[in-house]
């Protein structure tokens, strides 16, 4: 993380001749939001003058109470590698103020601040994140709409000629590049149209920016190249979704608070990881928040259906890969791409804080293969599923308090008024396989 003053801001400015500033920060639903100022408003920009109507923005504020003031945080400054036949165009990620000068509760980076701060009450520097997020690439049509043709027929660690999309990868890489990215690999996925771009893990906050920026950069350069790129988790039946999966380890300094000298997991990890379980069902609201995550989260597709962990498979929903030293990490893999990464960041580091100050039991490691278990079997072995549907994942997040906790108040009423509006518009939607399937019969 860069540290920069408001005057390192106004020379990088002038220095590479920035015309424009995008004050991005996201809603309730983890989209991109922005406000977008000419370099003449600079000063009033780095004076935290800078106001929109927060009644606008889906899970912000009610009517009476719009006006809200963006703070930037200098330390996300960066210039964007396109747009320069207007001027550059430069970025600051903002949190978002109230008019009296306290921080919104509803702003999912608040939050994760919060969190984060009550880590670090906890003895805890800092908290890493490596995401592994997926996308498809789609062909689009004369007016630069979307098809339902996939890029390629690759499938995983394709090569060209095969893989058509290593082009428009190249050029992604080489764009988070520019912008300070340090990216570890790039390769097609299982499925056909399938990519996946893996960064180097960062702490929580920046991790969470860099989530947010990654998904502006694979969208725009996709365009660029005739392409449309999603992080739909399912857009397309019968074969793999794209999700997030999340490495994570917590750190004191320089010293991984999840390795041991054995180089097995340590205590805490293992007590952190009880908390993840845990709260494990309640937390897939949030981190698989649309109806469409849900038709991942099916058995047969490498994606996680049950709460569990292991070290040599990568059935469970939790996975200790084969690391040492800094790597140690455990790594959840029902994250998909469409959760806001502020709120899932937030809500896991902070079940696993309640592990660590539960000592919750941990249950025996699965080392055969779930999805080939009987069902008995599963319950012999207290292994019970991940929420089917959006509507089963609310209700769990509705019983479970700590999980609200982490989100507090105002986002935990935004989310649910959000996702309940969602599963409603779904519940009235007429498929067409239910026509296929019922018109005639009926």
């Known amino acids: 993380m860069q540290h920069y003053t408001a005057e390192d801001i106004t020379k990088m400015a002038n220095d590479e001749n920035v015309e424009f500033i995008c004050l991005m920060f996201t809603d309730i639903n983890g989209i991109i939001k922005n406000v977008e100022v000419p370099i003449s408003q600079l000063d009033k920009v780095l004076a935290n003058k800078i106001t929109f109507d927060g009644s606008s923005i889906d899970g912000f504020t009610r009517i009476e109470e719009s006006d809200m003031l963006l703070h930037p945080d200098l330390s996300t400054w960066l210039i964007f590698p396109w747009g320069e036949e207007h001027g550059k165009v430069a970025r600051l990620i903002c949190d978002i103020y109230e008019t009296d000068g306290t921080p919104f509760a509803g702003d999912p980076r608040v939050n994760l601040k919060r969190i984060i701060k009550k880590m670090q009450d906890m003895g805890y520097s800092h908290f890493n994140i490596g995401p592994e997020p997926e996308f498809f690439l789609f062909n689009t049509d004369e007016q630069g709409n979307p098809t339902l043709h996939l890029n390629d027929d690759g499938s995983y660690f394709d090569f060209s000629p095969v893989d058509l999309g290593v082009n428009v990868r190249k050029d992604i890489v080489l764009g988070l590049e520019k912008m300070g990215f340090e990216v570890e690999a790039?390769?097609?996925?299982?499925?056909?149209?399938?990519?996946?771009?893996?960064?180097?893990?960062?702490?929580?906050?920046?991790?969470?920016?860099?989530?947010?920026?990654?998904?502006?950069?694979?969208?725009?350069?996709?365009?660029?190249?005739?392409?449309?790129?999603?992080?739909?988790?399912?857009?397309?039946?019968?074969?793999?979704?794209?999700?997030?999966?999340?490495?994570?380890?917590?750190?004191?300094?320089?010293?991984?608070?999840?390795?041991?000298?054995?180089?097995?997991?340590?205590?805490?990890?293992?007590?952190?990881?009880?908390?993840?379980?845990?709260?494990?069902?309640?937390?897939?609201?949030?981190?698989?928040?649309?109806?469409?995550?849900?038709?991942?989260?099916?058995?047969?597709?490498?994606?996680?259906?049950?709460?569990?962990?292991?070290?040599?498979?990568?059935?469970?929903?939790?996975?200790?890969?084969?690391?040492?030293?800094?790597?140690?990490?455990?790594?959840?893999?029902?994250?998909?791409?469409?959760?806001?990464?502020y709120l899932a960041i937030a809500c896991i580091l902070d079940a696993g804080l309640d592990g660590v100050k539960s000592n919750y039991d941990l249950m025996p490691e699965v080392k055969d293969n779930i999805y080939e278990m009987s069902e008995d079997k599963r319950r012999e072995e207290g292994i019970v599923d991940l929420p089917s549907t959006l509507h089963n994942a609310l209700k769990a997040l509705r019983k479970d308090e700590y999980v609200q906790q982490s989100l507090g108040k105002e986002l935990t009423n935004s989310l649910f008024a959000a996702k309940n509006a969602e599963w409603a518009r779904y519940q009235q939607t007429v498929s067409q396989w239910e026509r296929d399937t019922y018109m005639s019969q009926y």
């Open 186 to 341: 790039s390769h097609h996925e299982v499925a056909p149209g399938q990519q996946e771009i893996d960064f180097k893990y960062q702490d929580a906050l920046s991790a969470a920016d860099s989530i947010e920026t990654f998904k502006l950069v694979v969208k725009t350069i996709a365009r660029k190249h005739g392409l449309f790129a999603t992080f739909m988790p399912k857009p397309v039946q019968g074969i793999n979704g794209s999700g997030m999966h999340i490495n994570m380890s917590l750190f004191n300094g320089d010293t991984n608070i999840f390795d041991t000298k054995d180089d097995m997991l340590s205590d805490t990890a293992k007590e952190f990881m009880s908390g993840v379980l845990k709260h494990a069902r309640a937390l897939t609201a949030v981190n698989n928040p649309t109806v469409n995550s849900y038709k991942r989260l099916v058995p047969g597709y490498e994606a996680p259906t049950y709460i569990a962990w292991s070290s040599k498979n990568r059935s469970p929903l939790i996975r200790v890969p084969a690391a040492t030293g800094k790597a140690k990490r455990i790594e959840m893999r029902s994250v998909d791409p469409t959760t806001n990464p």
